[in-house]
């Protein structure tokens, strides 16, 4: 394959993912300022020191839009591998496995998935107290139940086929099974799954922040610079506006890339084509 | 069953396809649209209640041209060249409303499989009198009083009321033939007939075609009769179309075709059945021998398997004949350990195995491979020719590098494929080419025994017969025994030293081949036998007055 | 109609009276899984000994768990939901208008997202893989990655603040007239429209496309009938369950959007109201507004269960 057979949607897509993952990762050098540093007036305009104006309390919006990357992508990815990890392992191994495990772990996953997710991380956030490991934890394991459905479906389909009951008859062990035959044909469903739950995440964390029970002050995430802002809108200042596209911007880059990812894994000629 | 001929408007003939030239756009995941072309430069023509066979192997664009008489193109399908005229008149010059008008009235299709081409939320009556209404060929209730009518002429059970039916209330074969009811029903000039009894078994074929047969001879309707099958379309045909890859191979009338094709490929399809085997006598100690096996799934008190005995010899071939339900497939379950049976036992040269699969040693499972039908499922799609052929040295033998290699070359030579088919996958190859790995990937175990289930039955009838050829040979050079599970007789006589008949979970006959095919015959390998379509104007006449007894499809 | 539909859904109905209590149990052991003492984390560290020995009896904290919960249980039952920690009154009281309110929104939301879902999920199928096609499917992609605030705020900044169409924050009370009502909840429920829109165009256009796919959809061309009639005779019939079953999840979808947009124009409904009780840790009010939710969420699911029960003729026409 070469550059020229991306297509055009996942080379941006690619592109933007890439620069916030940059501003997430190298944030101290790129912010022209401190990220709790008050720089200006209250809500100034866009200008060539501030590129997109300053906040509520008057730091610079820039600045925090790149350490809020940090804080939001870090979250989210950690959140998604909980979830990842949890989901897929018990999934994989109800399928193969069977009997008791595989009811028990489906009817479970059954109730969980009755209520609505953010409703069911309300009523736990309202005991909990609210810190980063909290919300991992939280959100982890709530959306691991997604991926147990969708990792068990797929696992379940390819257990039935001929190739692993052939791999059974060659007298081949349950690791064999799981690892080669099975985990290998899974691997593109779950892959661009594993983009829809981050997308999953980074929303989840932002509407959490946005209600004021996510990440809280001074740390600061998209959302609850959402929230920070959110009163200017009416006067007329899209202060709030910003970090709210740039969630929507991160989330449609994934969503592009994954979609891609997708389309290409499920050649099944070695991606030779 | 009165019917006015005289509606066609024009003399000369029904249909005349001139030079037709189908393309379509082909949309591979992940790469660029391509177009294919499907059909190039074929023409025919019909006359008034004649029948025209158009017979090939998949991709020859038999349906594709079936479909363009009625001006329809499945998918992205496109007519880009040529004329079709029905009577008279182009269809590719009429506008939308033009082709529609012709559809349902003039030109009428019976699709392969009836199950899925009715509505599951209609009536079959409602169904089945919708075309007539529609292009006011008459009033409802005359077409339902045909409709009646063409049930009972098709010897459909309680013709008076089966229309009252949804569509899974009734059996397969019982909806091929309420479809073709519902062609008939409208009285056109042409019914479309695309592969109508290749989703029946053998012995529910037989009536279908046999019904399908008298109503074109009735009514006078002119037909397109699609098929893979020479042998069925020679039974109704009055003329065969022979067509490769979308281009016309030869085209004669029914006789010719089959008894002096002109055409090597058309000579290649006649034959296809001939392959030379010296039967084998039963040796005197068996490789396998199943004794009164009985199984069942689940808890479930109907037992798949009632007290089945077969005994396979060294390097001989035992085929396992029976349709559908007959619990053939279960029996080679039962014998690899996959489904444990209730009671008897499976003993391998001198030892019983165990009864359930994970209780057998390696070297038990290493000596009994097993070869599936579809080849494509059968083969991990993510691994590559070499590793599929390769793991079963590595497990078996603790083969490894260079040397694995060598005996996966090796290996790849006896199925007559190259080296350079060790680093493909599996999407990459032919039909014929996988069924060749997955009998390679067998081989590499070295067995004593290899079960092939069905291994052909979803290839084209040549490729198939490459396969079987393959089979024949392999059995030469390793001296390995098959049990070959199959429902068609044809294989069957082709290949086989030994036969089992089952029926119902039963072993109804046993023996040596000439044995079994010879008579005296019990009823239903009497009628098995006779359904198997021969090559022969006149057979089907033959077979239906001479069975003993009914398929289990009415 | 034969007695296997019937029983069917009987079943599916028991079971989801089941699960209404399974998740009864999940939401309360919800507020209990906090290691250490629930009074003490409510009211804070600096909070007097006396204080919270006070919320450890009013909560009941003294009493064991399940004990907690049937007490619970049987109120909620009885109709009695409690009392609110922080306000001290009668939680149906206060929640009761809460609700009528958000069912409101919600109510209106749908009306106008479900039939217009519905018609671009059949216009994206009538002119399938063109431009039309793709814009639909590119605006369903991104609106299923655009958080519910962004669309909220976007509506605020246009509608309210530089044109001034719609007043942008949306305050109700009961003796509002009916029709001033609609235009005070018209953001509100243009936000959570184009929340579920795309999600339902979606799933639609893909339930219509796979019955339009069907070889009895073939067999109705082939005999010339109209398209039109092909759509009324064969494709509908088929495509009405798994339609039904797409509107209702999605309306499930929107009941639990509603709590966010609720937030975003302080709109006065049961979001509102769970959303500032969370944040004062006030364990009844979640517990019986977290509740509620699940109870309508699980509703909607067994109605869309039941749609696609019903609707197979299989199962209505036993053999």
Redesign the interface.
Known sequence: MSFRSIPIGAAIGLLLTFLFLAAAIFAPWLAPFGKAQIVGDVWAPMSSTHWLGTDNIGRDLLSRIIFGARTTIFIAVLATMLSFTLGAVLGFTAAVVGGWFDMVMSRLVDLLMAIPTLIFGLVVLSVLPTTIVTLILVMGILDSTRVYRLARAVAVDINVMDFVEAARLRGEGTVWVIFREILPNALSPLISELGLRFIYAVLFLSALSFLGLGVQPPEADWGGMVKENKDGIVFGIGAALIPAAAIAALAISVNLVADWVLNRTTSLKGGRG | MARTPTKGRKDGPLLDIRNLRIEATVY????QPRNVVLVDDVSLKLERGKVLGLIGESGAGKSTIGLSS?G?G?GGVRITGGEILLNGRDIRKGNTGD???????EV??V?Q?AA???????KLMD?VV??SV??RVSSRAEAEKRAVEFFRKLSLPSPETIGDR?P??VSGGQLQRVMTAMALCSEPDLIVFDEPTTALDVTTQIDVLAAIKEAIRDTHVAALYITHDLAVVAQVSDEIMVLRHGKLVEWGGTQQIIKEPRQEYTNALVSVHHIEHQEHAPGNKPLLSVKNVTASYGNSAIKVLKDVSVDIYPGQTLAVVGESGSGKSTLARAI?G?LPPESGSVAFEDRTLANR?AD?P?AD??EL??I?Q?AD????????VATIIG??LE?YFKMRGRERDQRVAELLEKIEMGKGFADR????LSGGQKQRVCIA?ALA?KPKLIICDEVTSALDPLVANGILKLLLGLQKEEDVAYLFITHDLATVKSIADSIAVMYRGEVVRYGPKSQVLSPPFDDYTDLLLRSVPEMEIGWLEKAIQGRKMVGAGN | MGSPLVKLIAQRVALGFLLLFAVSVLIFAGTQILPGDVAQSILGQSATPQAVANLREQLGLNQPAYVRYFDWLGGILTGDLGTALTTRQDIATTLLPRLWNTLFLAFWAAVVAVPLAILLGLLAVRYRNGPVDKAISGFALASTSVPEFFVGYLLVYFFAVKWQWFPPISTVYDSMPFWQKLQAIALPAAALTLVVLAHMMRMTRAAILNVMQSAYIETAELKGLRPLDIIRRHAFPNAIAPIVNVVMLNLAYLVVGVVVVEVIFVYPGMGQYLVDHVAKRDVPVVQAVGLIFAAVYITLNIVADIAAIAANPRLRHPK
């Open positions: 591979p995941p992940g790469e009625m329809f499945r082709v529609r008008r012709l559809r349902g009235k009428c299709y699709a499989s899925a081409a009715f509505n599951p939320a209609h169904q919708e075309a529609e292009h949804y899974h209330q690899t996959l699969l057998r390696r499972l290493r491979q097993m599936y579809m499922v059968a083969m991990n799609p993510r691994q590559t793991r079963p497990f996958y599996p999407a990459e990937r175990a």
